[in-house]
């Protein structure tokens, strides 16, 4: 997973390149603060002592929301993303001779706002981001993948309500008229123990545990000043 996470990184450093070669970035946009909206992929995953005969693979979810920026200086922006995140990881079952069969799935709701830093490079086309990213929860279950006549389980009593991340990530910028599209790819990594502790008890799970995982994000932002005058100029 990491490896095709360093491909995706090296391919948007790639297209940056190649548009540095062909265009500059719209100059009258690059520091005007901006709105927009979110949207992309998530698979995160549990990190900690994983329960015996059992072990955590990740899960793709979905996550939505508002983006802003304001720019600092030259080049440099701070931003904020509220935004709707899913999460979730699945529990495989180790039957033996290198075998893992998918045995219950937990699934993780959060409002989530990032914090974040950008920076563009490669002629303002590419740009770096790091950031922390603060998770308040909203619902979680487990169900059963081997029945799906069990119920959904609520562990939400067991999950801290606030998580804390922090991320980094890489990304490239696109203009497509008024609107400027980012498409990004983003590695996160949980600070904070999710497990309440206040003696409960979830079934496969241990008792200490982080979430993270990786992101593709893509972000359409608006200028919220004067308009540009052009494409790529």
């Known amino acids: 997973m990491k490896l095709r996470f360093y491909y995706l990184i090296s391919f948007l450093l790639f297209i940056g390149m190649v548009l ?5 970035s719209g100059e009258e946009i690059l520091n005007q603060p901006m709105i927009g909206i979110t949207g992309g992929l998530s698979l995160y995953s549990l990190s900690g002592d994983s329960p015996k005969n059992f072990s955590y693979s990740g899960a793709v979810k979905f996550t ?7 720019p600092v200086g030259n080049g440099i922006k701070i931003g904020l993303q509220p935004r709707y995140l899913q999460c979730g ?5 180790d039957a033996g001779n290198d075998v893992y069969i998918d045995s219950m799935q937990a699934n993780m709701n959060y409002i989530s706002v990032p914090v974040y830093l950008k920076v563009l490079a490669f002629n303002n086309v590419t740009y770096f981001t790091s950031g922390v990213d603060l998770g308040f929860l909203m619902n979680a279950g487990m169900k059963n993948l081997r029945d799906e006549t069990i119920p959904e389980k609520d562990i939400a009593y067991a999950i801290r309500k606030f998580n804390l991340q922090v991320f980094f990530g890489v990304g490239a910028r696109f203009r497509i008229g008024m609107p400027e599209l980012n498409l990004e790819a ?3 990594v949980g600070l904070m123990n999710a497990y309440n502790g206040d003696n409960v008890t979830i079934t496969s799970f241990p008792a200490r545990f982080t979430m993270g995982g990786f992101q593709i994000l893509a972000n359409l932002n608006f200028p919220l000043t004067k308009s540009g005058k052009g494409r790529g100029k």
Do not use: D, W
Request: charged share 15%.
């Open 186 to 188: 983003r590695y996160t």
């Open 64 to 70: 939505f929301g508002l983006n802003g920026e304001i």
């Open 20 to 24: 540095n070669a062909q265009t500059k």
């Open 89 to 93: 990881t699945v529990l495989q079952y």
